[in-house]
């Protein structure tokens, strides 16, 4: 038997005088390890495939050229089907010289200065993606590769490494894009539930735009993804129509004409116009799911941060004074030394440090005053100490700035979920908006006059966002068996009082609504028997074992011309009611299914809680509420990404990246959200397989 041998150790043939010579340095042995059979004879073994090849036997050596066919020309069958399986293909190798000739197999190894050169092309493709994922994941130019300091970089690195054109680059990240593509349409069209979408606009200095549309499902094993699907440039952003077109073409790239159930935009651009358009559509994609109400209309993180300018902008010369101050003293070290010591001086127990806001992002900004207020002390004697503070803060300004700091918090809280390492489901929303609307509603009619100037735009804004989606938010935390039905009465007592019944009605109609509509969509589709030659058929109601399918059975009735020919029931009136009979007593069994749900007690309250776990263990018990809670809670309520959900302006596009051609963008933009997320991690088994329930039997 042979016995596997270390690859840095070399081979007992001429050991003692040769050892130099068969010191191993070709790459093959990354993916080859040496067996010794015997004294004289030793083979290379394929850590892939475990195929056995020639390597020494007696004095003579095979050399490794046949090694590196065996795995650069695809001969190995595991490459292969790896390839096959949706990992990434090795793209064809550029021309080799003459004189390194793969196919000429040296007749004997012989140390030489450019051993690593003939065993450099094998490696070739493999480092041409990793540039491209670089330039991907890094958002690099596609010219980085002619950059002098790359190129010394490579050069230095691997001095035969060929100078990628631009060209070339382009090909290598849209080539890794389609098959990552490829990858995740398989999954998008492995899952049974629905694909729910946000539209996001990225701006540019030109006159046209682009939007991101993103989808968002839960999987087979009750995974939650999201991930990017469409970049599409709009030449006119200010249509009507133009996001209309976009998302039509993205539901036929992704063959989600039957599987579209919400759709996420933003105020910011689309207005009353466009998101009547796509509320039309979404009514027409999906008539069976609420007739298209599945549609939220603003961005729940832009909906936070136009709070936080409302409220900002209320003191807005206030908070100036303040970040004059923070600037004088953070900027200047003898000025931040002369800071210290007073702060040193006058006890101040406050462990935060100043920092200066990024006026780009508002949650700087609430960092930079809650600093500022817990120094207060030391901004107030500053003065005194150093002549060239002339900045004169009074007690009510700094009264008034940690009012605002109060309502900041809130609305931070709220966004601070949407910035965890994964997205969080659509049941997680509706605890931080009830209380933002409860703590809204009340200060708006507050005794004190600046709380109530403070809140009021703030209020109007939130409640008109409130009443457009608490619908989707409610159901959705239905779906959290640690709250139910229970959670919507105690909150919306808590916000309406007397007048909340009306609102936790609308709550449990739409819920139950929605749930006769899964039922109405899972219904087996009835089969017809049907007898073209005898006329009438033997009334007949027979009931599959398995799936209960209900068969009727029918007539074709021959008329003279072809095309008016008749259908016609063959099956009495009786049989008739057995089958009207049988549904309805499906349907009552199956409405039970949501009464069920709501009637049993609510889990204990756990801050650590998978709600999708909860649904994967009883899927079984609640199969039709289980799919209903899988779509509901892959809603999006928000269509920024975790880096862009504290951006107080839109996303844009820097000059170059609106030089590259539309699909380009597209692949980049794409590739890096899909290699971020691990997309090929996720890819289905697509092994077809035959379900006896899938059988649909005709008798003729």
Same mark, same amino acid.
């Given at each position: 038997?042979?016995? !596997?041998?270390?690859?840095?150790?070399?081979?007992?043939?001429?050991?003692?005088?040769?050892?130099?010579?068969?010191? +191993?340095?070709?790459?093959?042995?990354?993916?080859?390890?040496?067996?010794?059979?015997?004294?004289?004879?030793?083979?290379?073994?394929?850590?892939?495939?475990?195929?056995?090849?020639?390597?020494?036997?007696?004095? @003579?050596?095979?050399?490794?050229?046949?090694?590196?066919?065996?795995?650069?020309?695809?001969?190995?069958?595991?490459?292969?089907?790896?390839?096959?399986?949706?990992?990434?293909?090795?793209?064809?190798?550029?021309?080799?010289?003459?004189?390194?000739?793969?196919?000429?197999?040296?007749?004997?190894?012989? &140390?030489?200065?450019?051993?690593?050169? *003939? =065993?450099? =092309?094998?490696?070739?493709?493999?480092?041409?993606?990793?540039?491209?994922?670089?330039?991907?994941?890094?958002?690099?130019?596609?010219?980085?590769?002619?950059?002098?300091?790359?190129?010394?970089?490579?050069?230095?690195?691997?001095?035969?490494?060929?100078?990628?054109?631009?060209?070339?680059?382009?090909?290598?990240?849209?080539?890794?894009?389609?098959?990552?593509?490829?990858?995740?349409?398989?999954?998008?069209?492995?899952?049974?539930?629905?694909?729910?979408?946000?539209?996001?606009?990225?701006?540019?200095?030109?006159?046209?735009?682009?939007?991101?549309?993103?989808?968002?499902?839960?999987?087979?094993?009750?995974?939650?993804?999201?991930? /990017?699907?469409?970049?599409?440039?709009?030449?006119?952003?200010?249509?009507?129509?133009?996001?209309?077109?976009?998302?039509?073409?993205?539901?036929?790239?992704?063959?989600?004409?039957?599987?579209?159930?919400?759709?996420?935009?933003?105020? *910011?651009?689309?207005?009353?116009?466009?998101? @009547?358009?796509?509320?039309?559509?979404?009514? /027409?994609?999906?008539?069976?799911?609420?007739?298209?109400?599945?549609?939220?209309?603003?961005?729940?993180?832009?909906?936070?941060?136009?709070?936080?300018?409302?409220?900002?902008?209320?003191?807005?010369?206030?908070?100036?004074?303040?970040?004059?101050?923070?600037?004088?003293?953070?900027?200047?070290? =003898? $000025?931040?030394?002369?800071?210290?010591?007073?702060?040193?001086?006058?006890?101040?127990?406050?462990?935060?440090?100043?920092?200066?806001?990024?006026?780009?992002?508002?949650?700087?900004?609430?960092?930079?005053? /809650?600093?500022?207020?817990?120094? @207060?002390?030391?901004?107030?004697?500053?003065?005194?100490?150093?002549?060239?503070?002339?900045?004169?803060?009074?007690?009510?300004?700094?009264?008034?700035?940690?009012?605002?700091?109060?309502?900041? +918090?809130?609305?931070?809280?709220?966004?601070?979920?949407?910035?965890?390492?994964?997205?969080?489901?659509?049941?997680?929303?509706?605890?931080?908006?009830?209380?933002?609307?409860?703590?809204?509603?009340?200060?708006?009619?507050?005794?004190?006059?600046?709380?109530?100037?403070?809140?009021?735009?703030?209020?109007?804004?939130?409640?008109?966002?409130?009443?457009? $989606?608490?619908?989707?938010?409610?159901?959705?935390?239905?779906?959290? !068996?640690?709250?139910?039905? &229970?959670?919507?009465?105690?909150?919306?007592?808590?916000?309406?009082?007397?007048?909340?019944?009306?609102?936790?009605?609308?709550?449990?109609?739409?819920?139950?609504?929605?749930?006769?509509?899964?039922?109405?969509?899972?219904?087996?589709?009835?089969?017809?028997?049907?007898?073209?030659?005898?006329?009438?058929?033997?009334?007949?109601?027979?009931?599959?074992?398995?799936?209960?399918?209900?068969?009727?059975?029918?007539?074709?009735?021959?008329?003279?011309?072809?095309?008016?020919?008749?259908?016609?029931?063959?099956?009495?009136?009786?049989?008739?009611?057995?089958?009207?009979?049988?549904?309805?007593?499906?349907?009552?069994?199956?409405?039970?299914?949501?009464?069920?749900?709501?009637?049993?007690?609510?889990?204990?309250?756990?801050?650590?809680?998978?709600?999708?776990?909860?649904?994967?263990?009883?899927?079984?018990?609640?199969?039709?509420?289980? +799919?209903?809670?899988?779509?509901?809670?892959?809603?999006?309520?928000?269509?920024?990404?975790?880096?862009?959900?504290?951006?107080?302006?839109?996303?844009?596009?820097?000059?170059?990246?609106?030089?590259?051609?539309?699909?380009?963008?597209?692949?980049?933009?794409?590739? @890096?959200?899909?290699?971020?997320?691990?997309?090929?991690?996720?890819? !289905?088994?697509?092994?077809?397989?035959?379900?006896?329930?899938?059988?649909?039997?005709?008798?003729?």
């Amino acid at each position: 038997m042979a016995n !596997p041998t270390n690859n840095s150790e070399p081979p007992n043939v001429e050991s003692q005088t040769n050892n130099k010579r068969r010191r +191993k340095k070709s790459i093959v042995w990354e993916h080859f390890t040496i067996e010794t059979i015997d004294a004289g004879c030793t083979r290379a073994r394929c850590m892939q495939c475990k195929k056995s090849f020639a390597y020494i036997s007696g004095s @003579k050596l095979a050399g490794t050229s046949h090694l590196k066919r065996h795995i650069a020309l695809g001969i190995c069958p595991v490459s292969r089907n790896h390839e096959k399986s949706g990992h990434i293909v090795p793209f064809t190798p550029l021309p080799i010289k003459v004189s390194q000739d793969v196919n000429a197999v040296p007749r004997k190894r012989v &140390k030489s200065s450019t051993s690593g050169s *003939t =065993s450099f =092309s094998f490696y070739q493709d493999c480092r041409r993606q990793d540039i491209a994922k670089m330039v991907i994941m890094h958002e690099y130019p596609l010219t980085i590769t002619e950059c002098p300091a790359f190129l010394n970089c490579v050069k230095s690195l691997q001095p035969e490494f060929p100078i990628l054109s631009v060209e070339a680059v382009e090909r290598d990240c849209v080539g890794l894009y389609r098959r990552e593509r490829q990858t995740l349409l398989n999954l998008v069209s492995s899952i049974r539930g629905q694909v729910n979408l946000s539209l996001d606009m990225w701006a540019t200095d030109q006159s046209v735009g682009y939007v991101i549309i993103t989808g968002q499902f839960i999987d087979d094993d009750w995974k939650l993804h999201r991930m /990017v699907l469409s970049v599409i440039l709009l030449p006119f952003p200010d249509s009507e129509t133009a996001f209309n077109h976009a998302l039509l073409s993205c539901v036929a790239d992704w063959n989600l004409e039957t599987k579209l159930l919400a759709v996420t935009l933003d105020e *910011t651009f689309a207005n009353k116009a466009v998101r @009547k358009n796509v509320r039309h559509l979404l009514s /027409v994609k999906n008539p069976l799911i609420l007739n298209g109400k599945f549609l939220i209309g603003s961005c729940y993180a832009r909906v936070l941060c136009h709070l936080a300018q409302d409220a900002l902008g209320v003191i807005s010369e206030t908070v100036k004074k303040v970040r004059d101050s923070v600037k004088y003293v953070v900027t200047v070290k =003898s $000025c931040l030394d002369r800071f210290n010591d007073l702060r040193i001086q006058l006890q101040v127990p406050s462990a935060k440090s100043l920092v200066l806001d990024d006026q780009s992002q508002w949650n700087t900004t609430y960092h930079m005053l /809650v600093a500022a207020c817990e120094l @207060k002390e030391v901004f107030s004697c500053l003065d005194t100490f150093d002549s060239n503070y002339r900045i004169s803060i009074t007690l009510d300004e700094w009264k008034h700035v940690e009012i605002l700091c109060t309502f900041l +918090k809130l609305l931070l809280d709220a966004a601070d979920i949407l910035t965890g390492p994964t997205y969080p489901t659509a049941n997680a929303f509706f605890h931080e908006a009830w209380k933002i609307q409860l703590e809204l509603r009340n200060a708006s009619v507050s005794d004190d006059a600046f709380i109530r100037q403070l809140t009021r735009s703030m209020y109007e804004r939130f409640n008109k966002y409130w009443k457009d $989606c608490f619908l989707v938010f409610s159901i959705a935390v239905v779906m959290d !068996p640690r709250f139910k039905m &229970k959670l919507v009465e105690f909150s919306f007592t808590r916000i309406y009082g007397e007048d909340a019944d009306h609102w936790i009605v609308d709550v449990s109609n739409g819920v139950h609504e929605l749930f006769l509509d899964y039922v109405v969509q899972m219904l087996p589709p009835p089969t017809f028997v049907v007898n073209g030659n005898d006329g009438f058929l033997k009334p007949e109601i027979r009931q599959e074992e398995e799936d209960e399918e209900t068969i009727l059975h029918c007539e074709i009735v021959k008329t003279e011309e072809d095309e008016n020919e008749l259908f016609l029931s063959t099956s009495d009136e009786l049989s008739d009611f057995d089958v009207y009979i049988s549904g309805i007593s499906n349907h009552q069994n199956t409405k039970l299914e949501l009464d069920q749900y709501l009637e049993e007690s609510v889990l204990p309250r756990m801050q650590e809680f998978d709600v999708l776990g909860w649904w994967k263990s009883n899927r079984k018990k609640y199969p039709t509420l289980s +799919k209903m809670a899988s779509d509901i809670l892959s809603i999006p309520v928000s269509t920024k990404f975790q880096d862009s959900v504290f951006d107080m302006k839109c996303k844009k596009i820097d000059r170059y990246r609106c030089s590259l051609k539309p699909s380009t963008f597209e692949a980049l933009v794409c590739a @890096k959200d899909w290699l971020q997320n691990g997309i090929s991690d996720h890819s !289905p088994d697509l092994s077809p397989s035959i379900s006896p329930k899938s059988v649909v039997k005709t008798h003729l």
